[in-house]
């Protein structure tokens, strides 16, 4: 089993930013593959970006709504995943859950994802 705890949500003005940490513990070593999700009130879970601990490679969601704003990152030797959240909108208001994998691909289904975390709330006030 791998543990996930998110920290670091909190509420924000617009334009501000936000650095999420996801420390994982446990059986670590079966999980190649980090990635951090969002749920906004009344929609879906959505994948944010993932990355590979093994050499850092990352991957960001396909819309512009995150790309060239959120930056995802690790700390091998601490057992960390970050979300460094800048120029943030009311839009990205969300509960943010950080996942792991064991399988190497960086993939963006909740579904390819074994290990969850409980989730951290942040909230863009305009």
């Known amino acids: 089993q791998v543990q996930l705890v998110e920290s670091g949500g909190g509420l924000v003005q617009a334009g501000g930013s936000l650095r999420l940490s996801c420390a994982a513990s446990g059986r670590t070593f079966s999980s190649n593959v980090m990635a951090w999700f969002r749920q906004a009130p009344g929609k879906e879970r959505e994948f944010v970006a993932a990355?590979?601990?093994?050499?850092?490679?990352?991957?960001?969601a396909d819309s512009d709504s995150v790309k060239g704003r959120f930056t995802i990152s690790r700390d091998n030797a601490k057992n960390t995943v970050y979300l460094q959240m800048n120029s943030l909108k009311p839009e990205d208001t969300a509960v943010y859950y950080c996942?792991?994998?064991?399988?190497?691909?960086?993939?963006?289904?909740?579904?390819?994802?074994?290990?969850w975390g409980q989730g951290t709330q942040v909230t863009v006030s305009s």
């Open positions: 996942a792991a994998r064991g399988g190497y691909n960086l993939a963006s289904t909740e579904s390819q994802y074994e290990y």
């Open positions: 990355i590979r601990w093994s050499d850092g490679t990352t991957h960001y």
